[in-house]
Every structure is written in structure tokens, then in C-alpha cells.
């Protein structure tokens, strides 16, 4: 079973129950699809028994040697990335687009494309199961594709070592590695927290799960901070028929277990917190689609 845990928007403590739901009795797969800002390896230090490259894209580089500086790259090129500096012609790696263009026009066949291959796609042990992640190197693209590769290989992980279950911390916001993430899956938890922006993108969060025709949950995490706008939120759910698998309190705790290196259900099984994210998990597992 693969479960994809997203939020709206960052923050909202989705990291934070993926690895509390992934610590809890019975080992899993997680996967870390936030690949734009992977963090929970950070927490679980996982074993790299398996470290692939990914290829983004490419990127232009100049042969100064055959370079005559004409400029004429810099007149064609649309995302300004070519400049000229002291008389030399510049490309600037961050904004390159990987277009091909300036290679094609240029008459003294100076410029190179080359793989972008500084992102890399991680699968190992860590102290619950089996661990994958990926790390987009910084100013590299198609972070979707990316996530998809994380996926494949969670999957497979999952099929060789018997793990029933696949845990997705996916990004936030709704956009590409999104959609790459929860496409395909069985159940999706959508993580809010009780503000007027928590409200605004969960909402947008749930169209975009509705649109996959996705059984969706909602955790209203730090629910006590904003007793108002929580209410809110669970009246906008009922109304538009999704499920609220469960609130949860604000507790500093959080921050001193991720601060020892440990989940919240791992630092104190014994908390209110860690009980009510064990309730959570088993509603969620046992709840038909």
C-alpha cells in the first residue's frame, strides 16, 4: 500500500508525522519525494547501499580555446544567461536552460553540452525498514521526473524485502513533483495547519487529489492554536465529504525529539501526541478506499 502524505503549503508539520507514522510498530518503505528539499534522511540516517546519478538536463560550456567572443550566442540566447565580461563570453550555469540553441549557432563550434549530473537518487537501511530518497542538486530542473525515479525504486525495494507498506512524504504546494507524487496511489493524507492560508491551500490540495479521484484524509495539525479556524476547516471538510482522520495538539516535544535525532512516537510513545498519531495511522491503514 502506498500512502503519500502532502500539505498545501510548507510547514504544516508533514515531515514531522511521515517519520512519526514511519517509526511506529510494523517496518515500511519510506520514501522522501521532496526532492527539491530533501530533510527526513537528516532524522533517520540511512545506510546508501545504492547511490544512483540523476541526469536533469544539460547545461552549456564553452571551449575558450576555439571561442572567438563574436557574442553572437549572447544575441540569440532568450534567458539571458550569456554575457559578456571583460570581452569573454560568459555562460551562467544557474540560468543556462539547457536549450542546445547557442551550440547549434555558434560558428567556431566553442560551446559544449553537458549532463547536468549533480543530482543523485539514494536507497538504503535506516532503524524502521528501508529508506529512499532523492537530492536535486540547486538550480536543476524536472524535479517530477525525479520523484517518479524515487518511486519506482521504493516499489521495488518494497517488493524484494516483503514491506507492505510505502510511506510518501511528498512537497508542498500543488505543482509537478506533487502530481508525480501521489499519482497511482492508495491513499492520500493531506497535512493543514489552523490558518487562513492552512485553509486556502488545503482546499487546493483536496481538488487536486479529487481530480486523481484519490480517497483523501485530513490532519489538522496544531489544531489548539486556532480553535476558530480549526472548526472551519472540519466544517469545510464535512461539507465537501472528506474524511478528517484526526487533530492534533501543539507540543514542544516535537521539537526536542527531532532535536535528539528521534520521531515523536520513537522520543515518547507514552505522549497524548503519540498516541492520538497512532490512532491516526491505524484509522488511515484500516480505512476502506
Known amino acids: 500500500m502506498e500512502i503519500a502524505i502532502i500539505s498545501g503549503k510548507g510547514g504544516t508539520g508533514k515531515s514531522s508525522l511521515s517519520a512519526a507514522f514511519a517509526t511506529l510498530n510494523s517496518e515500511v518503505v519510506i520514501a522522501d519525494c521532496d526532492v527539491d528539499a530533501a530533510n527526513l534522511y537528516l532524522l533517520f540516517n540511512p545506510t546508501h547501499e545504492e547511490e544512483i546519478d540523476y541526469i536533469s538536463g544539460h547545461k552549456a560550456v564553452i571551449n575558450y580555446d576555439l571561442c572567438s567572443n563574436c557574442g553572437i550566442c549572447q544575441s540569440y540566447c532568450r534567458f539571458d544567461a550569456i554575457s559578456i565580461i571583460n570581452s569573454s563570453v560568459v555562460i551562467s550555469e544557474i540560468s543556462c536552460?539547457?536549450?542546445?540553441?547557442?551550440?547549434?549557432?555558434?560558428?567556431?563550434?566553442?560551446?559544449?553540452?553537458?549532463?547536468?549530473?549533480?543530482?543523485?537518487?539514494?536507497?538504503?537501511?535506516?532503524?524502521?525498514g528501508k529508506m529512499v530518497y532523492g537530492r536535486l542538486a540547486p538550480g536543476e530542473e524536472n524535479s517530477g521526473k525525479l520523484v517518479n525515479m524515487v518511486r519506482e525504486k521504493a516499489k521495488q525495494v518494497s517488493s524484494e524485502n516483503g514491506l507492505e507498506t510505502i510511506i510518501l512524504d511528498g512537497?508542498?504546494?500543488?505543482?509537478?513533483?506533487?502530481?508525480?507524487?501521489?499519482?497511482?496511489?492508495?491513499?492520500?493524507?493531506?497535512?493543514t495547519e489552523p490558518t487562513i492560508s492552512g485553509l486556502h491551500d488545503m482546499k487546493r490540495t483536496v481538488e487536486i487529489v479529487q481530480k486523481f479521484s484519490?480517497?483523501?484524509?485530513?490532519?489538522?495539525?496544531?489544531?489548539?492554536?486556532?480553535?476558530?479556524?480549526?472548526?472551519?476547516?472540519?466544517?469545510?471538510?464535512?461539507?465537501?465529504?472528506?474524511?478528517?482522520?484526526?487533530?492534533?495538539?501543539?507540543?514542544?516535544?516535537?521539537?526536542?525529539?527531532?532535536?535528539m535525532g528521534k520521531s515523536i512516537t520513537e522520543f515518547n510513545p507514552d505522549l497524548d501526541i503519540s498516541k492520538k498519531i497512532k490512532t491516526i495511522w491505524n484509522k488511515i491503514l484500516n480505512q476502506k478506499k
Not at 560558428?107 to 538504503?124: C, F, H, L, T, W
Not at 505543482?175 to 493531506?190: L, N
Not at 472551519?232 to 472528506?242: L, M, P, S, T, V
Open 214 to 259: 484519490l480517497p483523501a484524509f485530513v490532519i489538522i495539525n496544531k489544531y489548539d492554536l486556532n480553535s476558530d479556524m480549526s472548526y472551519q476547516i472540519e466544517d469545510w471538510c464535512k461539507q465537501n465529504r472528506i474524511t478528517i482522520a484526526g487533530l492534533l495538539p501543539f507540543d514542544k516535544q516535537m521539537v526536542e525529539a527531532m532535536i
Open 97 to 128: 536552460d539547457g536549450c542546445f540553441l547557442c551550440s547549434r549557432i555558434c560558428p567556431e563550434n566553442a560551446i559544449k553540452m553537458v549532463q547536468n549530473d549533480k543530482s543523485r537518487m539514494y536507497s538504503g537501511s535506516f532503524r524502521n
Open 171 to 191: 512537497p508542498p504546494g500543488i505543482g509537478c513533483p506533487v502530481i508525480s507524487t501521489i499519482t497511482g496511489v492508495d491513499k492520500v493524507v493531506i497535512v
